[in-house]
């Protein structure tokens, strides 16, 4: 496939392996990340499938955003695959017992994040009349669940985002999805315990969470359809799992 992916968050999950895949399939990749020593060893290692180039910055700072954006080389400088992976969640409390410093980073790389890269991108893609843009979103962006008042507040505004880019590059043939998965096995839980591995461990005993390569390859089935099949918005849970509280653990 002679296309060129940029996705953020690349360095582990969901991000690095839809890396992994679009690489086995030739798509030329722009990785993006916060973790200098993981992007490089990722590079190492997906460069003897395809081209590969590296981008080090923070999604949730406008400036960085910007001056990497802007200094790809021409070669990497069209871009037909936006991948907006990049997000977090931080503690899991009560808005009354709720950390202001929790709430800052969910927004601003949830949010403020996403729009910052494609608003940087967006431009490009428009210039060629074609493109495709993944939003990951999560069922936390359908359905609020008790103590996740900001993460929720976050996927939500990412589900409404996904839509409202629908609707504006309509006319520009640039297609949208919205993926929003259950759980995911990933350092998902470790970060918004903050690196309690135990408790995060706890979140996926007794079933089988779905795992990131799960994600990536249907991340890598909604960009493969024929250019006349737009799937807009998918919602994706473990067998276990019903909804954002019913899990059916042994």
Request: charged residues 25%; aromatic residues 8%.
């Amino acid at each position: 496939m002679n296309k060129t992916a940029f996705i953020t968050g690349a360095t582990s999950g969901i991000g690095k392996a839809t890396a992994e895949i679009f690489a086995k399939n030739k798509i030329r990749l722009i990785l993006s990340g916060r973790r200098k020593e993981r992007l490089e060893s990722l590079q190492n290692t997906l460069s003897k499938l395809t081209d590969v180039i590296t981008l080090q910055f923070d999604v949730s700072k406008r400036s960085q955003v910007e001056k990497a954006i802007a200094s790809l080389p021409e070669n990497f400088s069209q871009i037909d695959i936006l991948v907006n992976n990049a997000g977090n969640a931080h503690g899991l409390s009560t808005i009354q017992d709720g950390n202001i410093d929790d709430w800052d980073a969910m927004l601003d790389i949830n949010v403020k994040g996403l729009l910052y890269v494609s608003k940087a991108i967006i431009p490009k893609m428009i210039k060629e009349n074609s493109g495709f843009i993944v939003n990951i979103g999560s069922i936390a962006g359908k359905e609020v669940y008790a103590n996740g008042n900001v993460y929720c507040a976050s996927k939500f505004a990412v589900d409404a985002l996904n839509k409202s880019m629908r609707l504006d590059l309509n006319q520009y043939n640039i297609r949208v999805a919205g993926i929003h998965p259950g759980l995911v096995e990933t350092e998902f839980s470790d970060v918004r315990f903050k690196g309690d591995t135990e408790r995060a461990k706890t979140v996926y005993n007794g079933y089988k969470a779905l795992q990131a390569e799960d994600i990536a390859d249907i991340i890598n089935f909604v960009i493969t359809r024929p250019y006349h099949v737009n799937i807009e918005d998918l919602v994706v849970y473990p067998t276990a799992q019903a909804s954002a509280t019913l899990i059916n653990k042994k």
